[in-house]
């Protein structure tokens, strides 16, 4: 009897933990830089980079950067609902894209690099579409960021996981080069 005891406790122990975990996806230009912004958060666990929103399945890089795959590339967020809120992590999106540049994000231009903030359900489509509201009430101008269904990810090549701590030099000589603080200093604010 106390085996099966210590099977239910067990058990209930594992199912608590996971569903405390959740999964959110936004396309913010280079995906090198969404996942550096979203790691810094407490209560993430884990970000990879991706493609979503397109209709090529198993895209590559090149087939989303220079072809007509039609995908973005996308952050896949992994985090825990009891640390971190959906909401946090749309603030975070925002204060980390330019929401009024309608051909890319900061230096890379193109169809794949715009932004994009996808929901999964309608209580987020409302939040994003009330942060849109609120935004070009605010700066008087139209947000251009696309609001988008989820519907499927497609991890990226290992070469582009982790660019950020892997290739830190090249990164952030890419990041200075594309003046995507300084750009989002002037938007946001300090």
């Given amino acids: 009897m106390r085996l099966f005891y210590y099977f239910l406790l067990l058990f209930l122990i594992s199912t608590s933990f996971s569903y405390s975990k ?5 396309a913010g ?6 996942e ?45 609902t009891e ?5 946090e992590l749309l603030k975070n ?3 980390n894209i330019d929401p009024f540049d309608a051909y890319g994000q900061f230096c890379d ?36 960021t696309y609001v988008k269904k989820f519907e499927i990810f497609y991890k990226a090549e290992d070469k582009h996981q982790d660019y950020y701590q892997v290739y830190l030099e090249n990164y952030l000589r890419y990041k200075k080069a594309c003046k995507r603080e300084r750009i989002l200093e002037i ?4």
């Fill in 109 to 144: 231009k193109g169809y794949s690099y715009r932004s994009v903030a996808f929901y999964e359900n309608d209580y987020q489509k409302n939040l994003i579409e009330s942060d849109i509201k609120k935004f070009e009430k605010k700066f008087k101008k139209k947000v251009v």
């Fill in 36 to 80: 550096e912004s979203f790691e810094k958060l407490e209560g993430v666990e884990k970000v990879i980079s991706g493609y979503s929103g397109g209709i090529t399945k198993n895209p590559t890089y090149r087939e989303v950067t220079h072809g007509d795959s039609g995908h973005f590339e996308v952050v896949e967020i992994i985090y825990d």
């Fill in 187 to 190: 938007i946001w604010g300090t």
């Fill in 29 to 34: 230009g280079c995906f090198w830089c969404m």
């Fill in 93 to 95: 999106f925002w204060i």
């Fill in 83 to 87: 640390k971190i809120s959906y909401e």
């Fill in 22 to 26: 959740d999964k959110a996806y936004f």
